[in-house]
T-cell receptor, first 112, second 114 residues
């Protein structure tokens, strides 16, 4: 069964304290792995799409990496405005067309 | 521009009411989606439209009825809902339904069923 697991469930950081969020996946074949940021009561905001192991993408303080089993979202010198829930999702080759399988998210709180 | 708009932002309805949620995108995307999200849970797929045809229905109860009038618009008609249907309803769109297409989400409609 296709599955996505995110850890930790919650993370509290001090401003400037770098860290990483993990997304482990088990799928029949990976079509794409997606990272989203979601603020309370709002829709997920697209961050990155990764397609193959070894791929990396960066945007401001965020960097996403991908291996054959997991993806990491590295946050460098976070600011309070980076506080949000970060969702990881995968599209599996064996699943319904373009169906996303979401993890349960990591709730990040960055304290000033 | 990767904007998906949804109206209304908030909706309160009784169990006997009929209401509709609306979603619009002008990115030329040919696939549109409805998701339901409960508090502290990830989004759950409800329906997928591809080229204005319903391609996926994730066994959603018939009190939810989707409609895609054209390639830019997506509606979700609601009738005889239950209190447990209260949730954030999200619309999303993607260029197509091919390999690894990125889905872009709207801000959502917060629905409360009394």
């Amino acid at each position: 069964e296709d599955q996505v697991t995110q850890s930790p469930e919650a993370l509290r950081l001090q401003e400037g304290e770098s860290s990483s969020l993990n997304c482990s996946y088990t799928v029949s074949g990976l079509r794409g792995l997606f990272w989203y940021r979601q603020d309370p009561g709002k829709g997920p905001e697209f961050l990155f799409t990764l397609y193959s192991a070894g791929e990396e993408k960066e945007k401001e303080r965020l960097k996403a990496t991908l291996t054959k089993k997991e993806s990491f979202l590295h946050i460098t010198a976070p600011k309070p405005e980076d506080s949000a829930t970060y969702l990881c999702a995968v599209q599996a080759a064996g699943g319904a067309t373009n169906k996303l399988i979401f993890g349960t998210g990591t709730l990040l709180a960055v304290q000033p | 521009d990767t904007e998906v708009t949804q109206t209304p932002k908030h909706l309160v309805m009784g169990m006997t009411n009929k209401k509709s949620l609306k979603c619009e995108q002008h990115m030329g995307h040919r696939a549109m989606y409805w998701y339901k999200q409960k508090a502290k849970k990830p989004p759950e797929l409800m329906f997928v439209y591809s080229y204005e045809k319903l391609s996926i229905n994730e066994s959603v109860p018939s009190r939810f009825s989707p409609e895609c009038p054209n390639s830019s618009l997506l509606n979700l008609h609601l009738h005889a809902l239950q209190p447990e249907d209260s949730a954030l309803y999200l619309c999303a769109s993607s260029q197509g339904t091919g390999r690894g297409e990125t889905q872009y989400f709207g801000p959502g409609t917060r629905l409360l069923v009394l």
